[in-house]
C-alpha cells in the first residue's frame, strides 16, 4: 500500500498540517479502527521503538487512549509520573530534555498546562513529539478523532455547519477544532456568553453567538464543550443553573438542529451543566462514545505516521 503523505517530524498542532495530511491521518485511522474492533488488536508498526508519556496535568482519558494506542502497535510503553517528578524539585524542562535523550526515546507525547511548553521540548530532544494538550494552545489529537467521528457519521468532513458550544475562551479543543474544520471548508458556529466566547476567535472565521437557539438552526453537528472551572479565575457565569438554562444542551434546543445533526462531547462531561444526561446517551443522536474510540484509532495513526518519517530520518543521517 502507497504511505499517506505525511511529512511532519513531530505532532505540535493542527496549524502546520496541511488538509491532505489531515486526510491521510484519518485515512490511516480507519485503517487502526478496523484493527482495534478485531479479536486480535496487535501491530508491529511500532515494533523495537519506545514511547514515553509524559503528563504534568491530569488525563486519564487522554493517557489511557495514548498508552493502548502506543501498545497495540507494539512500542515499548513508559509512564512517567510528572506530578511526583524532578520538576517539582525545581528541574527545567531543558534539564528533562537532557535526561530524555540520554535514555534514546522515539516517541514523546506531553500534556503540559502552559501553552508552547511541548513546542519547546520538540526543539530539545532527538524522538518525534506529540502534543497531547498545551495550556490554552492545542490539542491536536482530539481535533483529529473529532474529525474521524464526524466524517464517519456525516460521509464527509466538509461544507458542514459546525456548532462548537460553551468555553472557548479556556479549551484548546475548541482552538484546534476551529482551525482544522476551517481547513476543510466548513461554516462554524461558536455558541456562548460573552464572557467565554471572545470576538477575537471571529479571526478564523467563525460566526459568534450569544443566543443558543439562533445559534443551533440547521446545523449538522452540536460539539458541547466543558466549563473549565479550574483555568477561570472570575466570574464567568453567574451560576451553574442559569448557564444550562441558557446555554445548556438539552431536547428542546437540539430540536432546532438539523433532524439528524449528531451531538460531540470531548469529555469530561458535566452532565446538567452543559449538556443534559438524557441526550449525551442518545445512541441515535449522540457520538461521544463513539469520539472515545476514534481516539485511540487516530493516535495510532499518528504515532505511526511519525515514527515512519523518524525512521527515514534516521536512515539518511546513517548513510
Known amino acids: 500500500m502507497q504511505p499517506p503523505s505525511f511529512d511532519q517530524r513531530h505532532l505540535l498542532g493542527i496549524e502546520p498540517l496541511h488538509p491532505h495530511e489531515i486526510t491521510a491521518i484519518l485515512d490511516l485511522a480507519e485503517t487502526y479502527v478496523a484493527l482495534n474492533r478485531q479479536t486480535e488488536k496487535h501491530s508491529d508498526a511500532l515494533a523495537g521503538l519506545t514511547q514515553v508519556n509524559m503528563f504534568f496535568e491530569n488525563s486519564t482519558r487522554t493517557q489511557a487512549s495514548f498508552e493502548l494506542a502506543g501498545k497495540r502497535l507494539g512500542a515499548d510503553v513508559m509512564n512517567m509520573a510528572m506530578q511526583a517528578s524532578s520538576i517539582k524539585k525545581g528541574e527545567t524542562l531543558i534539564d528533562t530534555a537532557m535526561t530524555l535523550n540520554a535514555m534514546h526515546p522515539d516517541l514523546l507525547v506531553v500534556r503540559h498546562p502552559h501553552s508552547g511548553a511541548v513546542d519547546l521540548l520538540a526543539q530539545k530532544v532527538h524522538c518525534a513529539v506529540l502534543n497531547a494538550g498545551d495550556g490554552r494552545h492545542e490539542h491536536p489529537t482530539q481535533a483529529l478523532l473529532d474529525a474521524l467521528t464526524i466524517r464517519r457519521a456525516k460521509g464527509r468532513l466538509h461544507r458542514l455547519n459546525i456548532a462548537i458550544c460553551g468555553d472557548i475562551a479556556h ?34 472565521g467563525a460566526e459568534i453567538y450569544d443566543d443558543m437557539r439562533e445559534g443551533l438552526k440547521d446545523v449538522d453537528v452540536v460539539m458541547m464543550l466543558r466549563l473549565q472551572k479550574e483555568r477561570m479565575d472570575g466570574g464567568f ?32 462531561m458535566n452532565r446538567g451543566v452543559e449538556i443534559d444526561g438524557t441526550i449525551a446517551d442518545d445512541i441515535k443522536r449522540s457520538v461521544i462514545q463513539e469520539q472515545v474510540e476514534m481516539g485511540v484509532a487516530v493516535r495510532m495513526a499518528a504515532m505511526d505516521l511519525l515514527a515512519r518519517n523518524l525512521r527515514r530520518a534516521r536512515q539518511a543521517e546513517a548513510r
Request: net charge positive; no cysteine; proline share 11%.
Open 171 to 204: 479549551s484548546r479543543v475548541a482552538r484546534s477544532n476551529l482551525i482544522l474544520l476551517g481547513k476543510m471548508e466548513n461554516r462554524i458556529r461558536l455558541i456562548g456568553p460573552p464572557t467565554l466566547v471572545p470576538q477575537q476567535f471571529a479571526e478564523f
Open 237 to 268: 457565569i453567574p451560576s451553574e443553573r442559569e448557564y444550562f438554562y441558557r446555554y445548556g444542551l438539552d431536547a428542546d434546543k437540539l430540536a432546532l438542529a438539523k433532524p439528524d445533526a449528531i451531538v460531540m462531547h470531548p469529555g469530561p
